[in-house]
């Protein structure tokens, strides 16, 4: 898949109250995590993308991630009902930014569904039915989309792709914990060793996988599997329990 637009939005001086249940979150930065953007945003405009930043919105304590409020496919988007209800809001500004580029349709309750969740293929997507995600909200997204989308069903996770994400060539990197799970029997995997989950939420732009900085077993593996890597430091959202996808939404 060939991305052309990233659409992001800076961290904002609210954002050390964002959800979390990590042990550092009472140490976040802002300054740190505004930085780190700063360099996200770098790298993907490195890789050929057109970044476009929204303002930061001090409403929203975890709006830097994008990523959650909207799925995108082809030429349509489905705008999220996001599953955290502090959250509900933060698609307004979204919306807006994809009516220029795509058909839009809002998901309605009862459905939740949130983009962290939902594994984009050429094909067809893979969506976990997590904390955040349910059933009615996975039916109305492939409905939308027209398009299959399998489903994983775990409420112990917050987001599938903390776990698993795609990165080309028929290969996915996962977790040891679901590494098993039928709907990735057809895949190559890469799995990450067990003291390196976070490592597994990767980031594949135009051929290049971004992974964050620190993780030098998942590093090797990738780069073994023939794999150019990018490795961004990525302590500060890790504390909000996000991670490099969840700062763009890719067009």
Same mark, same amino acid.
């Given at each position: 898949m060939t991305f052309k637009r990233a659409l %992001? $939005? =800076?961290p904002s001086n609210?954002? #050390? /109250?964002c959800i979390s249940s990590h #042990?550092?979150?009472h140490s976040v930065s802002v300054k740190q995590a505004k930085l780190q953007h700063q360099k996200y945003c770098e790298v993907l405009t490195e890789l050929g993308l057109e970044v476009f930043k929204l303002p930061p +919105? +001090? $409403?929203f304590p975890d709006s830097c991630f994008v990523e959650d409020t909207a799925i995108i496919h082809k030429d349509r988007v489905l705008i999220s009902r996001l599953g955290a209800r502090s959250r509900r809001g =933060? =698609? !307004?500004e979204i919306r807006e930014y994809l009516d220029k580029y795509l058909k839009v349709k809002e998901a309605a309750a009862p459905a939740t569904i949130e983009g962290g969740d939902v594994i984009h293929l050429p094909q067809y997507l893979i969506s976990g039915i997590s904390q955040r995600t349910n059933k009615e909200g996975v039916m109305q997204l492939a409905d939308w989309l027209q398009l299959e989308v399998k489903p994983i069903l775990d409420k112990s996770i917050i987001h599938l792709? /903390? !776990? %698993?994400t795609f990165l080309e060539r028929n290969t996915v990197i996962v977790n040891d914990s679901i590494s098993n799970h039928p709907v990735f029997r057809s895949f190559a995997k890469i799995v990450v060793p067990t003291d390196e989950e976070y490592a597994a939420n990767t980031l594949t732009i135009n051929g290049v996988v971004l992974i964050p900085d620190g993780y030098p077993k998942t590093a090797q593996k990738l780069m073994n599997a023939g794999f150019e890597i990018i490795q961004l430091e990525m302590s500060e959202f890790q504390k909000c329990e996000g991670a490099l996808t969840c700062l763009s939404l890719l067009l």
């Open positions: %992001v $939005r =800076e609210s954002f #050390p /109250s #042990p550092l979150h +919105d +001090d $409403r =933060e =698609e !307004h792709k /903390s !776990h %698993v």
